[in-house]
């Protein structure tokens, strides 16, 4: 017996809930790709890039997941034998340098943890250190969607400048873009990387960089620029250059869409709205988590994602059961736990096209798990979220 008849609820941090008007953008025949406006959506769309991002710099977009934007960022402005700094805050930063590994790179892990942000002062201290200035590239995610920790991309930024240090300053915003604030120029961001599939409501399969100046300057005595992903054929006359290639027309529909109701909610909105969420979400774990099974896996709110929480099972307990109830009985997907956290955590998303029904739903289902399965939890989770909303979100 279930209760789990009618549309299935995706909270898992990527791919995330894709808005009906974004897949029905998709249902259209191809086209002619010479076409006259093609070109100007393309135009268009690495321009709202610019505005997402909040930078003056170059916008590129590649058909590729968020792993090829690793790539193409840095094979734009590294050289055999660089050598990098990753700074540890979960699996994914980590994953980049392993990437940076594979095209020759000299990556250098700054140690860290899946449970605290990354330190700014010690980021500095390593840099001060580098007096011969090896370190070409600092590279760190804003956000873990495996730890769901946070990054303060801003303390970072500054702590890189106030060393006087050559090294350009590289940002993973793949699941943080469209969910929370990111100021590329102001924080002296070199590089960004981004992915369609989370905070941008789109479908998997696209992804993006983004480059300042000295980011430029770098790239043109890069050594690792290959065809496919060089920043400098894609800014050729020609439109196909832009995607090395036939354009992904029907991802490209799907993308104006999504931009369009980003750009109608505003960042500032999108912004808010995932920090209200993200606090319903902790009001609820923060009450079942009084039973002793659960807890959450970054203790400080001010590290925690906005956009993913991940909770720890205590030991005794397994997630597994949970997420196979919630699924079979309630057609909820919630998240599962990755790398270090396999079989230890689950992640619940409230991240991209979501709402407060939304999340509701999902923590009642888990609630209702909880209670099923007998583990141990405090009650009135989803209640201290609705309180919260209730007290939180504006009548205005």
């Not at 279930?2 to 808005?19: A, C, D, K, Q």
């Not at 709202?48 to 058909?63: A, D, E, Q």
């Not at 009084?290 to 929480?309: C, H, I, K, M, Y």
């Amino acid at each position: 017996m279930s209760v789990r008849t009618g549309r299935e609820f995706l909270s898992i941090p990527g791919p995330t809930n894709i808005p009906d008007s974004v897949l029905n953008a998709m249902h259209q025949p191809a086209i002619d790709i010479y076409q006259k406006n093609f070109p100007l959506l393309t135009d268009s769309l690495l321009k709202s890039l610019k505005t997402f991002f909040k930078t003056t710099g170059k916008t590129f977009i590649y058909i590729a997941n968020g792993h090829g934007a690793w790539e193409a960022a840095l094979s734009n402005v590294c050289s055999r034998g660089d050598k990098i700094l990753v700074l540890e805050s979960g699996l994914f930063a980590n994953g980049w340098g392993d990437f940076g590994k594979a095209l020759g790179l000299d990556i250098e892990i700054l140690s860290g943890s899946w449970q605290d942000a990354v330190r700014p002062d010690a980021v500095a201290a390593r840099l001060q250190q580098d007096t011969n200035h090896e370190i070409k590239a600092v590279l760190m995610v804003q956000v873990d969607t495996a730890s769901s920790l946070s990054n303060n991309v801003q303390a970072v930024g500054q702590a890189i400048q106030s060393t006087n240090h050559p090294a350009l300053f590289m940002v993973d915003t793949i699941a943080s873009l469209g969910t929370m604030t990111f100021e590329m120029d102001a924080w002296g961001v070199d590089v960004a990387v981004a992915a369609a599939q989370k905070g941008l409501m789109s479908p998997p399969g696209l992804s993006f960089n983004a480059a300042s100046t000295k980011a430029f300057e770098r790239h043109e005595s890069a050594d690792l620029r290959t065809a496919y992903w060089d920043w400098t054929t894609r800014l050729g006359d020609a439109h196909y250059q832009k995607y090395a290639g036939t354009p992904p027309e029907h991802l490209i529909f799907a993308l104006e869409k999504s931009f369009e109701i980003l750009t109608n909610e505003t960042i500032e909105a999108a912004t808010l709205r995932h920090q209200l969420l993200a606090a319903a979400t902790w009001a609820a774990v923060e009450k079942w988590a009084e039973g002793g099974a659960l807890q959450f896996n970054v203790q400080n709110p001010d590290s925690r994602s906005t956009g993913v929480t991940t909770v720890l099972f205590n030991d005794g307990y397994s997630p597994a059961p949970l997420l196979e109830y919630c699924h079979e009985k309630c057609n909820v997907v919630i998240g599962i736990g990755i790398g270090a956290l396999d079989g230890k955590a689950m992640r619940i998303a409230h991240m991209g096209y979501a709402n407060a029904p939304m999340l509701l739903g999902t923590l009642g289902a888990i609630e209702m798990g909880l209670k099923a399965l007998k583990i141990p939890h405090g009650s009135g989770g989803v209640n201290a979220a609705i309180e919260f909303l209730a007290q939180n979100v504006s009548l205005e």
